[in-house]
């Protein structure tokens, strides 16, 4: 009780609230406009988050998070355009209310959908992770190594569809965070014999030249090409929905919430698959299924609220093994390290208030989300009009001012313009971002406690394979790799016949 009571007072601090406030609206700008990301908007509030102390940074980044998740569905709803990829389901049903006159009725039962769902995922999180992080309290440094193989074998589901393009990202994260120092013996590495490279690769100077730097330069480029488009959206204003109504999507809610943490928990996955996979499933279990991608009601509930739950399940494997699911929670993970927060199972028994005053967040999170979201819809409606153009010269004077406050240092900005600039041409090959982004987070621990567990064994690779535990993570990420070459070797079939066809 004490624990609770002490993380309540910080929580509902004034300096904890406003950065609540500040994170959800940018969240919610940066959900609503086509184009943007809530990864890219964790990645801009970041560097504001170096000066608070850890409650107001935790909540501005959870905050921002679940606000680009909710923002989505104002231009999917509006404009028939998903704001992020978790709310093109979304979509189906939402743009047809918006038609007939619903708008109103259909964003605000977005966002109390959103909101049920988030919270009832908070509540599966309270009830696994603790369990999952005592589990994994007797863990050593091989079994660590071999649970950061597994986490990174989850580059398998983030590559898309081509399992080496993926890999290629992840060596390309481990190579970047090579760069510097050894950890254990201080020798320079990949430094060119100058004493600038020594600071290395910071990661979150990585992490914002990796998801803006590539946004702001497309959009330019399709603005100096003359082919930019502007987004329309006409005006809506806040209508709850009803009790009753909210009472008839009772089983829908928990239905769709439960798939959502679900597959939130499961690294790789994420918000689309959630979401699809519960509009499908309210379809099913519908007694009028023939209204769907007709303007029904429960065709924007179901995604909704499962995409909301998705940031409650991946925050399990976050919170209790440090492992991110997806590029928005190695942000967050990224943060939680800059203030000394490291996630994982002696976080629950060296700092029990700092895992209450997450859950409590996580609330007060949603809550002023969806208070924003309701009553200041008419404000974000009006940022879908802004140029695209001149929101990514916003976007890029922040990368740049953000880069340097991390460490007042010059090098920074250079190295963010230039992983940027990269990027932007690996991503026009068809090499994926995330995967890098995850190399970076779980690199270095990977060589931490693997060349420990070598140490402690004088040398010899069979500690690795000592424990049950090891075995269960080894054999857990050979399966993922395994699946993912069968998943795409099956496609490419498929694939073919819908060419020639």
């Known amino acids: 009780m004490d624990t609770f009571i002490a993380a309540l007072s910080m929580s ?48 501005m980044l959870l905050a921002t998070y679940i606000g680009g998740m909710t923002g989505g569905a104002v231009s999917a709803i509006l404009i028939g355009v998903p704001g992020t990829p978790s709310a093109a389901a979304t979509v189906i049903d939402g743009e047809h209310m918006a038609k007939q006159g619903k708008a109103s009725i259909a964003v605000g039962i977005a966002t109390i959908a959103g909101c049920i769902g988030g919270i009832l995922s908070l509540v599966v999180m309270m009830s696994s992770v603790d369990a999952l992080a005592r589990v994994a309290i007797s863990f050593g440094p091989a079994e660590i190594t071999a649970l950061v193989v597994f986490g990174l074998s989850t580059i398998c589901g983030l590559a898309g569809g081509s399992l080496v393009k993926g890999l290629i990202g992840g060596v390309i994260g481990l190579m970047l965070m090579n760069i510097g120092q050894d ?5 320079p590495r990949f430094t060119f014999g100058t004493t600038t490279m020594l600071q290395g690769v910071d990661l979150l100077v990585a992490m914002i030249g990796l998801f803006a730097v590539p946004h702001v330069v497309t ?13 329309e959206a006409g005006d809506v204003r806040t209508e709850l929905p009803s009790l009753r109504l909210l009472f ?30 519960a509009y499908d499933q309210a379809r099913r279990w519908s007694k009028h299924p023939e209204r769907f991608g007709k303007g029904e009601v429960s065709g924007v509930v179901a995604p909704e609220a499962s995409n909301h739950a998705v940031t409650g399940g991946a925050m399990i494997p976050l919170i209790g093994l440090g492992i991110p699911g997806d590029p928005a929670t190695a942000i967050i993970l990224g943060g939680l390290l ?60 922040m990368c740049v001012v ?5 460490r007042n240092s010059l090098f920074d900005v250079g190295v963010m313009c230039t992983v940027g600039f990269v990027a932007y041409w690996l991503i026009k090959g068809g090499i994926p971002v995330t995967p890098i982004l995850l190399g970076l987070v779980l690199g270095p621990t990977l060589e931490r406690e693997s060349r420990t567990a070598l140490i402690m064994s004088e040398g010899s690779p069979s500690i690795f394979v000592d424990s049950y535990t090891g075995l269960l993570f080894w054999g857990l990420a050979a399966l993922i790799l395994i699946g993912q070459v069968i998943t795409i070797v099956r496609s ?8 020639k066809s």
């Open 338 to 397: 800059i203030h000394g927060i490291q996630p994982g199972p002696l976080l629950f028994m060296e700092k029990p208030d700092v895992i209450m005053s997450i859950y409590l967040l996580f609330v007060l999170a949603y809550l002023i989300t969806a208070v924003i979201q309701l009553f200041g819809v008419r404000v974000f409606v009006k940022a879908l009009r802004v140029p695209p153009h001149l929101m990514a010269l916003g976007i890029m004077v």
């Open 492 to 499: 490419k079939p498929a694939a073919s016949a819908a060419g």
């Open 402 to 406: 953000g880069s340097f406050a991390i």
């Open 183 to 187: 950890p254990i013996d201080g020798v």
């Open 12 to 59: 509902m601090s004034w300096s904890t609230l406003v950065a609540s406030v500040f994170g959800a609206a940018v969240g919610l700008i940066f959900g609503a406009i086509p184009g943007l990301t809530y990864s890219m908007a964790l990645a801009m509030v970041l560097p504001i988050t170096f000066t608070m102390s850890h409650e107001p940074a935790i909540a």
């Open 219 to 231: 959009v330019l480029g399709t603005y100096w090409r003359g082919k930019e488009m502007r987004i």
């Open 248 to 277: 008839a999507q009772k089983w829908n809610l928990l239905r769709s919430s439960l798939i959502g943490t679900v597959v939130g928990a499961i690294p790789g996955t994420g918000g689309p698959i959630a979401a699809f996979l």
